[in-house]
């Protein structure tokens, strides 16, 4: 018996193997654990396992390139390969071509962790949703225009907002393009000036809504300028473009109501806008017309022909006190002077004269005393009344 090596033990069971058929086509159903992604290489290593036993598997970065989903341990998948040998340590293993997830369909898992991994990267975050605009001048519709989703839209904003434009651009809406078609359709609509975008269609089954749960419309969502509003049309469940967009809608025609007031609700608001102005502008004018009156009143009492008019009424006043004062003053000095000369004519000589006295002048001098005479004088008499003159003939 010849001896040989350990490299060759496992290249002859490699080869056993490689030659089996049914090895080398086959799908193992089972439990992923284990599973890693190696970051530089692209390579995923995982164990497949049932309740009793588990087999190695390796899944190279080409294949795994072209997984729509992320596997996880604990998921139930089948997985398609081949069996061969690893023999650098003598291990058999899977090597995967491609894995399939079992029960929930590739699909559904496919679109759970599109939207996890969407919804880790905030493009489903609340803080990044848009306001629409009240009043948007271009409204933009991306949708099939032989479909009823436009003509929904038309009758809509015919009705309720005439005073828009709107910018349809026709895209596919299912099949194969159709996340392509729909994001040029949102780039379109940007572009032409849209204030607001509603991207949709009317409605279909969960296959036909293929195109708005792909990770390139979301991003197209995402990234546009304008507020866009998605109106996919499926009242069950959401989209991802749903998810994406700033407002969803369950039908075109709700998102064309969402997308433009009411015509009579902007009368109406422009009505009381009306009101409002006009009493605030009557309020205005009031309390301009009593800054006015008061500043036309302060102005007047400075002017100087009030202060001339003031001061002339003061001088006025000041005469009457005057002239007051004056009569009062002339009052009590003449009943003073009244009161002094009746003093003086009760001592007047004049009154004496007229009880019958006389007054005696030598010359010009009052006689006053016999001694200032002599006999043979001649003196003047002076009575109350005329006078004389006499001669002294005697005195005593």
Known sequence: ????????????????????????????????????????????????????SSIKAVMFAGAASRLRFMPEDGMSVIVSGSISVYERDGLYQLYANDIIPEGAGKASVELEQLKRKLEKEGIFAAEHKRPLPYMPRKIGAVTSLSGA???????????????????????????????ESICRGILRAESAGCDVIIVGRGGGSAEDLGAFNSEQVARAVYGCKVPVISAVGHEVDYTICDLAADMRAPTPSAAAELAAPEIGAIRETIEQYVRRAEKAAKSAYDRAADR???????????????????TGNSLDRLDERLDTALSRFMDRRSAELGEKIARLEALSPLKVMARGYSLVYSGDELVRSSETISEGDTVTLRF?????????????
Not at 293 to 309: D, F, H, K, Y
Not at 384 to 396: L, M, R, Y
Request: proline fraction near 3%; charged fraction near 20%; glycine fraction near 8%.
């Open 1 to 52: 018996m010849p001896v040989v090596t350990v490299t060759q033990v496992n290249r002859y069971i490699g080869s056993k193997l490689k030659g089996d058929r049914i090895l080398q086509g086959i799908m193992v159903k089972g439990e992923i654990s284990n599973f890693i992604k190696h970051f530089k290489s692209g390579h995923c290593y995982f164990s497949l396992k049932d309740s009793e």
């Open 149 to 179: 989703a436009v003509r929904d839209i038309i009758n809509v904003l015919t009705r309720r907002y005439p005073l828009c434009e709107l910018y349809a651009v026709n895209a596919l809406v299912q099949g194969e393009g159709a996340p």
């Open 292 to 310: 006015y009156a008061a500043v036309g009143a302060r102005l007047t009492a400075q002017s100087p022909e009030n202060r001339l008019v003031l």
């Open 384 to 396: 109350d009344s005329g006078g004389a003159e006499a001669q002294i003939t005697k005195k005593w």
